[in-house]
């Protein structure tokens, strides 16, 4: 018997967002217990965070809720996933959820959203996995983001290739089908040999465009 996917939920912990969030976070929830797979996700009960893990609690899924101990009343700790783990911080909380997800899917949310896909963006630019990430732009939410995003690539402070590593999908069975069908990329170096070469042969450590 193959092991279910786990599959890591960003979202916002708000519950003041408009209901067209909601709407996508619940068909998500439902779709992914549908199809057998397992929420791994911040723990708590209010916002996206709990219409995702509630719907995949009322459609017969499994939930792994990851929750510190000092956000445990604020985000409402979810006692009714199948697994709740209290940890001592943030850190750790993010590091037992990438541990323990085969894929990444992102809601829209806010700081903390961010920050947990990129540093799971930037462990696969780097080659520390070879995961799918996929970014659920509803309503349009992250689309500054990206544009955002596509400056760094014009600009060179991102390598085109490195943006094909974060799928964009517009609907929850976009998302999921695209971790079903996955196939890990080819690991493109940060730095690539030619520029490694370049520094080597300048050798005087100087930086292009610092004088």
Do not use: W
Not at 10 to 34: D, H, Q, R, W
């Amino acid at each position: 018997m193959h092991k279910p996917i786990h599959i890591a939920v960003y979202c916002a912990s708000s519950n003041s967002i408009a209901p067209k969030y909601f709407e996508v976070a619940t068909e998500l929830g439902e779709m992914m217990a549908k199809r057998g797979t397992v929420l791994v996700y911040g723990g708590g009960r209010i916002g996206l965070m709990g219409a995702v893990s509630q719907a995949v609690v009322k459609n017969g899924g499994s939930v792994i809720g990851v929750i510190p101990y000092f956000l445990e009343r604020i985000e409402i700790g979810n006692h009714d996933a199948g697994e709740l783990i209290l940890t001592d911080g943030m850190r750790e909380r993010k590091a037992i959820m990438e541990e323990r997800a085969d894929a990444f899917i992102t809601l829209p949310g806010g700081f903390g959203t961010l920050e947990e896909i990129f540093e799971i963006l930037t462990g696969g630019q780097l080659g520390v996995h070879q995961k799918p990430m996929v970014l659920v732009n509803t309503n349009g939410y992250y689309n500054h983001l990206l544009a955002q995003l596509q400056l760094g690539v014009e600009e060179h402070f991102i390598k085109a290739v490195h943006m094909d590593l974060l799928h964009v999908a517009n609907t929850p069975q976009e998302a999921l089908d695209y971790i079903f069908n996955y196939q890990p990329h080819q690991h493109i170096d940060k730095v690539t040999e030619d520029e490694l070469k370049s520094l080597k042969k300048n050798g005087n450590g100087e930086v292009p465009g610092s004088e």
